[in-house]
């Protein structure tokens, strides 16, 4: 690539890439954000705990360990053009699995398709991240990936709405008759919603299918053919990736962010349904949390970086994180549900202000950096399952001194919130100190 830096020249090249890796996180915000519809629907035709149906976001994101290394030497073998449209095909492969997974009503089916999808969603995000971010001056990375994160959010919030409507349909009254049916009818009541996944994850393959390949006749540029190391302003006589404490922190960071980020997703739709709000009004409440993230991600296209610096965005969303958490906590009904909700504002602006500030000065590591952060998003694979964990063990001792379990139900699910705390506090420090760590010494 030619100097991504010119303001002129490449204010009209870099348009069209722009838009079409918009898409891109439009598509993988689709399919990432229905997981807070999929949470409680597999919870119910497979009859799990809390702990367990959570395995559904850590099928999706530890996929990102797994396959962050592979897809970095997969995009240097094949460029960035071929590995998304590979990644669009790997996405539908994710989701036709979801047929004979549907048809069987076997769990790790399900996840398996979703481990998938996570695996091409993978390849999207290896390519599209870090070439967002070099695509223009540092200081303003933030705000073209918030642009991105604007796309990401919509997508997800529609995902959520129409998945939500389709899975979550009749959810209460089912989940009533299958503690009254024979365990024949339970079967067959369990078979028929379990087959409310079929036709949309059709159709959604298809698309995929579609889109992977309409992009490869789509103009986007090989940025292969430019190292980034030959930026003078990413220069570094440094020759080890462990030399830079500010990037292992920052995949910490990274890591312990998108964990709150899956929560506050996530787990809102199942927290609501646990403190007594119907399937039907409960469905919106992952949309709730995204709308909060899209209003503050278009915060910080007009702030960053005139008004505020990205360091600065990141303070002010972990003080608002640990804030929101003891609202979540002290708080209850729908107000708790809100404070979950507004973890989007705290949330939006992290991963935009954490890539730039993560791979400022790694000159020709920048790309092993990149596949390390990209890692980093298994903390949706741990963070979650955790939170669920508490949950369940939370209850079961409120059930086992004789509380009511409706309300042992709902206690239990508003104090795992409080696993929300550490993570914010991590946050904090990198955006505080972590990130200068190393960068003054040559």
Same mark, same amino acid.
Request: glycine letters at 8%; hydrophobic letters at 55%; proline letters at 4%.
């Given at each position: ?26 598509? +993988? ?59 669009? +095909? ?5 989701a ?9 009503? !076997? ?25 967002i ?8 990375a933030?705000?073209?990936?918030s ?42 009541l ?6 409310s996944?079929?036709a ?12 992977g ?55 809102i ?14 469905k919106?409440?992952t949309? #709730?949390?995204?709308m ?10 007009f702030?960053?970086p005139? #008004? ?17 958490? #003891? ?6 009904? +729908? ?6 909700a ?17 791979l400022?000065?790694l000159?020709?590591? !920048?790309?092993?950096a ?36 409706? +309300? ?23 955006a ?11």
């Amino acid at each position: 690539m030619a100097n991504t830096n010119k303001p002129s020249s490449s204010n009209q090249t870099t348009l069209i890439p722009i838009l079409i890796i918009a898409g891109l996180f439009f598509i +993988f915000g689709f399919v990432t954000w229905i997981n807070g519809a999929l949470i409680p629907f597999m919870k119910t035709i497979n009859e799990l705990t809390s702990a367990q149906s959570l395995l559904v976001a850590s099928a999706s994101y530890i996929s990102f360990v797994v396959m962050a290394l592979p897809a970095s030497y997969i995009l240097n073998k094949i460029g960035y053009k071929k590995g998304m449209s590979l990644g669009l +095909f790997i996405i539908g492969l994710g989701a036709l699995i979801f047929i004979p997974a549907a048809e069987a009503r !076997t769990y790790w089916m399900f996840l398996m398709g979703i481990f998938i999808q996570g695996t091409g969603m993978t390849l999207l995000q290896t390519a599209s991240n870090p070439y967002i971010t070099i695509l223009g001056p540092i200081d303003s990375a933030a705000k073209r990936i918030s642009i991105m994160g604007i796309c990401n959010k919509i997508a997800g919030a529609l995902g959520s709405l129409i998945f939500g409507a389709i899975l979550l349909s009749g959810i209460d009254e089912i989940q009533q008759k299958l503690s009254v049916v024979n365990a024949t009818e339970k079967a067959q009541l369990l078979d028929t919603m379990a087959d409310s996944v079929v036709a949309p994850y059709l159709i959604m393959a298809i698309i995929l299918f579609v889109l992977g390949v309409l992009i490869l006749k789509a103009p986007l540029p090989d940025v292969e053919a430019a190292p980034i190391e030959e930026s003078k302003e990413g220069e570094t006589t440094k020759t080890s990736i462990f030399q830079f404490p500010h990037l292992w922190l920052g995949v910490l960071t990274l890591f312990m962010y998108v964990g709150v980020e899956v929560i506050a997703g996530d787990t809102i739709i199942a927290y609501g349904i646990s403190l007594g709000f119907p399937a039907a009004d409960a469905k919106f409440f992952t949309t #709730f949390t995204l709308m909060a993230m899209v209003g503050t991600y278009i915060l910080g296209v007009f702030l960053i970086p005139k #008004f505020i610096t990205q360091a600065l965005a990141l303070r002010i969303s972990a003080i608002l994180g640990i804030i929101f958490c #003891f609202c979540i906590v002290f708080t209850t009904g +729908f107000v708790s549900i809100l404070f979950v909700a507004a973890l989007g504002i705290a949330n939006a602006l992290v991963w935009p202000a954490i890539w730039p500030l993560t791979l400022k000065g790694l000159g020709k590591f !920048t790309k092993t950096a990149s596949a390390l952060l990209i890692m980093a998003i298994s903390g949706g694979a741990v963070i979650p399952p955790l939170y669920g964990k508490i949950v369940d063990l939370t209850k079961a001792d409120m059930v086992s001194f004789g509380i009511n379990d409706t +309300f042992a139900t709902a206690q239990a699910a508003t104090e795992g919130y409080w696993i929300l705390l550490p993570c914010y506090i991590i946050i904090l420090y990198y955006a505080v100190w972590g990130h200068k760590l190393g960068l003054s010494k040559k």
